[in-house]
């Protein structure tokens, strides 16, 4: 896959053991397959591996990087993955498997890549109904990322064949499961201490989960009343340095993103220079994007460099993030 999402043959694979082991084969290798959820379907890849994330932007042509939503197995599984409160264990209880996304803080034993979690301390996580999708789940053992297997601006697939329509030579395979029953996607609330947020309203109404928990949702991110924990529902990731876009040269004690094979003047004698990607491919440069951030904030630099992106493919995803990171102080 180019940062244009080259062309490729898309199988679409029959709801049978045959088809389940390809689609896992294929998500394990790093490749990209939608599969039909009780919602939606999603276009799906190894949530554990951002080069494979970062073709699920490629394929959508998203010009953003928003956190995913990562699939599981079971609760148990999920709980690897994220740390959940008591309102968040009886929630997962109470409506897992089924059309529920909780965004909960991230476990240390987390294994979902930064670009998936868009570079936040959090993770957004559900166990779908579909028994398709949680076979496809149970084989490939691994969180499957996976947003709504569309083009960026369509609407979202109930399918195999709306799938095709947009994704048809950008994806490896699609497993064809009949039609989605819900028709909406999950319902998302975060329970990152104190009340519990909803992030989203969808498949499961506001009432049930209201009733189970015996409180009402507090509006998120933006309406809530109650203040945040630090760093955590923030909707996207800033470093704490000051982001330098399009450096020209650079100075001893600054902190470097390169991209491509030149760097800006003075980056050889820098305090610590770290590559996106020596080749130029945008794709990989996605990969790295967030922890290469955090790597170079780490290193207590007041400012980040960054060379020039260009703005084609998943630059203009790349480019988005970083200006948003310039412009936060
Ligand atoms: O029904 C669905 O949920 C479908 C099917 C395929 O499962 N999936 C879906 O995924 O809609 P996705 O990745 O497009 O959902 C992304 C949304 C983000 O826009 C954000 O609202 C929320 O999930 N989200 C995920 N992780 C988050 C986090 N760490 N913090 C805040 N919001 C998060
Ligand atoms: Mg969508």
């Known amino acids: 896959m180019n940062d244009l999402g080259s062309m490729r043959q898309t199988e679409r694979l029959t709801s049978d053991e045959a088809g389940l082991a390809h689609a896992a084969e294929v998500l394990r290798g790093g490749g990209l397959v939608a599969f039909p959820t009780e919602t939606v379907y999603g276009l799906g890849a190894d949530a554990t591996d951002a080069q494979a994330v970062a073709g ?5 042509e998203r010009p953003s990087f928003n956190p995913l939503i990562s699939h599981l197995d079971s609760f148990g599984s999920a709980r690897v993955q994220g740390v959940f409160d008591e309102t968040a264990r009886r929630l997962a209880e109470a409506f897992w498997p089924g059309p529920l996304t909780l965004v909960v803080p991230v476990a240390p ?4 890549s930064d670009l998936a979690r868009a570079g936040l301390d959090s993770v ?8 398709l999708a949680h076979a496809l789940l149970q084989k490939t053992g691994r969180p499957v990322a996976a947003p709504s297997a569309n083009r ?5 697939p109930t399918d195999a064949d709306h799938v095709l329509g947009d994704l048809d030579g950008r994806i490896d395979a699609v497993l064809d499961g009949g039609s989605s029953q819900v028709g ?5 609330v975060a329970c990152l201490g104190g009340a519990p947020r909803l992030l989203r309203p969808g498949g499961i109404a506001r009432e049930a989960i209201e009733a189970l928990i015996g409180m009402k949702l507090e509006a998120g991110p933006e309406g809530g009343k109650s203040p945040l924990a630090p760093g955590m529902l923030a909707s996207h990731y800033a470093p704490r340095a000051r982001v330098h876009l399009n450096a020209a ?8 993103l390169l991209f491509g094979p030149e760097a800006p003047k003075g980056a050889d004698a820098a305090r610590i220079t770290l590559n996106l ?3 130029g491919d945008l794709v990989e440069a996605a990969a790295h994007l967030f922890s290469y951030l955090r790597q170079l904030d780490a290193s207590g630099a007041a400012t980040i460099a960054v060379s020039p992106i260009p703005e084609t493919g998943l630059g203009e995803a790349i480019n988005d993030r970083l200006r948003r990171a310039a412009a936060e102080r």
């Open 277 to 279: 990607s020596k080749n």
């Open 152 to 156: 960026s601006g369509r609407v979202s």
């Open 124 to 131: 957004g996580l559900r166990v779908p109904a579909h028994p």
């Open 56 to 60: 699920i932007y490629a394929a959508k």
């Open 249 to 256: 040269s650079v100075g001893a004690d600054e902190a470097v």
């Open 109 to 112: 034993t987390c294994t979902i």
């Open 184 to 188: 909406v996607e999950s319902t998302i």
